[in-house]
Structure formats: structure tokens, C-alpha cells
């Protein structure tokens, strides 16, 4: 009987026991923070939408407070090419050209075609209507011959007096005479370009004198047929005259020229200043308000010569040169005559001078041409 009594009292022990353990709270730390071993889903995460940024103010900033708008990405759509009326804008030309395919001399020509591409892409020109002109193309031997010169032979002219032969060439009575006729006829327009680009009178009429006996000699090749012989078929300077002749279509489509009309220099220079064809993009103006820039007209061209030397950094009524006899003093020239050498002591404008045609003698010989011309004009 006790056994079963002593059971049943363990029993009842054991389960008070029980029953206090688990009443017992237990405490978390609240400053523990190693949760590496908690297995918790995350929670989603919301889309952030950019605010509006107040602008930053400094001291002074008087621009109102506003705000930046949020960044909107945005796929970049490229920009459309400027588009023309026609494949030639203005110019009464417009219809005169046109061909499917490339014919004539230049039709197996790979340059020639990459051009005509190039054109059409770079500038929205019409295929066809390039088609049509560069079928008309002619290849100018005559140009080819002066691009790629025969090796020198025999021996070689002397130095001796070489300033002395190119002098001679432009300080003549002919060249002083008319460039007084021509200072005289055109003296208000001389006056005003003068005035408007700050450049010495004298100088705008002998740059015109040496570049085309004032306007005497503007040259007889087809400008066009020059540079399309120049840029297809030479090799020593094809990239400058392709150039070139992109700038020449580009001046004629602008200023309404039929393409194959403008006479000029074999290497395609134009008109009383003899501009090549970025030149004239660049620098000429209408300076007789008739909506054309023309160089073949005195007005222009007269204007042009002038802004072309104050773009260049011409200073007025400062020196160009002057005769020294000092041949070790700093900014000198030497210069060969038959009696012996000259030396000249040359200033800023001289150097404006040779950016026309970067040679010393072509600007001593502009100089000495404007100082005889302004001698008698005055």
C-alpha cells in the first residue's frame, strides 16, 4: 500500500514544480542588436519620386528662389537635319540639274560619289540635282599641271635680288595710277569700310591691287570645274580642296550663284580679293545691303577686304613697317635686291598682312603698293 502512495505523491510534486517554471517571465535585451540569427521577410520597398531641390543661395545672389523639376530620363531623340525648300534654297538654279545617276567624267569615280553622299547628308542637298552638276564636271589638265609641277631642273635661280624681280612686279606707274582711279571711284564706300572695321584706307585698296590689278585679272577658270579637279584628282592637297569645294556649293546654294558661273583662280580664289571659299563664308559682307554677298561687285568686296583685316587683328593707324639698318635688332626682315640686302623692321600689322598670303615679300609688296597709291591720292 505504501508504494502506491509514495507514487502518487512524487506525482503531485513534480507537477507544482512544473507548473512555477513556466510562469516565470523571461526578459529581452533591448540594446542587443545581433539579429544575424533572426530569419525575417523583408518588408517591399517604395518607389522614391524626386523632390523639387530649392536652390542653393549665396551671399548676393539676387536670382528668386526656385526650384529644379525632377529629372524626367527621357530617351534622346537625335536632331532632325535642317531641311530647304529645294536642293538649292534660293538660287534660281535650283531646277537647272538634276540626273539619277553620276555620268560623265567623274562617274567612276569613288571620291567623287562619297562627296556627292556626304553632301547629301551633312547638308540636305538633292542626290539628283548633284548628280546632274557633277555630270557636267570638267577635269582641267591645265589645273592639274600647276597643283603637281614637273621636278625642277637645271640649276636653280638665284636668291640674289629676289625681293628686287617680285617688287617689280606690282610697284609699277600702272598699278599706282589705277589704284588712285580706283580709290577715286570708290571713295565713300573706301571711306566707310575704313570707319566700320578700323582698318587704314590705303591698305584695303592695295590688298585689291596686288590681288587682281583692281579688278582687272579676277582669273577665267570655272571655279567649280577648278576645285571638282582639285579634290578628285590630285593627291597632294585633296583633302583641303574637297573642303573647299564643299564650302563653294554651301556659298552658292546661300548667296543664289549658278554653280558653274563664278570665274576665278586656278585654285579657286574669287573675286577683287580673291577669297577662297571658306573665306567667304567666314569673312565677306553684304556690304551694299542688297541681300547677296558679292565679291565680283567693288561694294562688297571693298567691305570684305576690310572685315577680313580687322578679324585678323588689324590695328589702325598703326605702322606695318619701317626700314631699319640695324639687320640684328628684334622683328626683322631681310630682303634681297641687286645692291644688297634690305632690312625691315616689321610691327603687328605686317603679320596681318601675311595671314592674306603668308609669304614677306607678297606683304612688303602690298605695303609699299598702299603707301604709293595714298602718296598720289592725297
Not at 542588436?33 to 530569419?39: E, G, I, L, Q, Y
Not at 524626386?50 to 523639376?69: A, E, K
Not at 589638265?141 to 631642273?153: C, G, M, N, Q, Y
Amino acid at each position: 500500500m505504501a508504494n502506491p502512495v509514495y507514487k502518487r505523491l512524487l506525482k503531485l510534486a513534480l507537477a507544482v514544480l512544473l507548473a512555477g517554471c513556466s510562469s516565470k517571465p523571461v526578459t529581452y535585451h533591448a540594446d542587443y542588436t545581433d539579429n544575424s540569427s533572426r530569419r525575417t521577410n523583408p518588408s517591399p520597398v517604395k518607389k522614391q519620386v524626386d523632390q523639387p531641390q530649392p536652390i542653393q543661395q549665396y551671399p548676393g545672389n539676387s536670382v528668386r528662389q526656385t526650384t529644379i523639376p525632377p529629372v524626367n530620363h527621357q530617351v534622346y531623340q537625335p536632331e532632325p537635319t535642317r531641311q530647304y525648300p529645294d536642293s538649292y534654297a534660293r538660287s534660281p538654279y535650283a531646277n537647272s540639274y538634276g540626273a539619277q545617276t553620276l555620268t560623265g567624267t567623274y562617274a567612276n569615280s569613288t571620291a567623287a560619289r562619297n562627296f556627292i553622299q556626304k553632301m547629301v547628308r551633312k547638308h540636305s542637298f538633292s542626290e539628283s540635282y548633284l548628280n546632274g552638276l557633277f555630270c557636267k564636271a570638267n577635269r582641267l589638265d591645265s589645273v592639274i599641271r600647276l597643283e603637281t609641277p614637273a621636278p625642277h631642273k637645271g640649276p636653280w635661280k638665284s636668291r640674289l635680288g629676289s625681293w628686287t624681280r617680285y617688287r617689280n612686279k606690282f610697284l609699277t606707274e600702272a598699278h599706282i595710277s589705277n589704284g588712285v582711279e580706283f580709290w577715286r571711284n570708290n571713295a565713300d564706300t573706301i571711306q566707310r569700310a575704313s570707319l566700320t572695321y578700323g582698318v587704314d584706307p590705303e591698305y584695303i585698296v592695295g590688298i585689291i591691287g596686288v590681288e587682281t590689278y583692281f579688278g582687272k585679272n579676277f582669273g577665267k577658270t570655272c571655279i567649280f570645274d577648278a576645285l571638282t579637279t582639285l579634290s578628285f584628282d590630285t593627291y597632294r592637297r585633296s583633302s583641303y580642296f574637297q573642303s573647299e569645294l564643299e564650302n563653294f556649293l554651301l556659298m552658292t546654294r546661300d548667296e543664289g550663284f549658278e554653280p558653274r558661273e563664278p570665274r576665278g583662280s586656278w585654285a579657286g580664289a574669287m573675286g577683287y580679293g580673291q577669297f577662297m571659299p571658306s573665306s567667304f563664308r567666314r569673312l565677306a559682307v553684304d556690304f551694299n545691303n542688297d541681300g547677296r554677298r558679292d565679291l565680283w561687285h567693288e561694294d562688297d568686296a571693298i567691305g570684305s577686304v576690310a572685315h577680313y583685316f580687322s578679324r585678323s587683328g588689324w590695328q589702325f593707324h598703326n605702322p606695318v613697317a619701317r626700314r631699319t639698318s640695324d639687320a640684328n635688332a628684334p622683328a626683322v626682315i631681310e630682303l634681297s635686291t641687286y645692291k644688297g640686302n634690305e632690312y625691315w623692321r616689321i610691327y603687328p600689322n605686317f603679320k596681318v598682312i601675311k595671314k592674306y598670303n603668308n609669304s614677306d615679300k607678297y606683304a612688303m609688296a602690298v605695303h609699299q603698293l598702299a603707301q604709293a597709291i595714298k602718296q598720289r591720292y592725297y
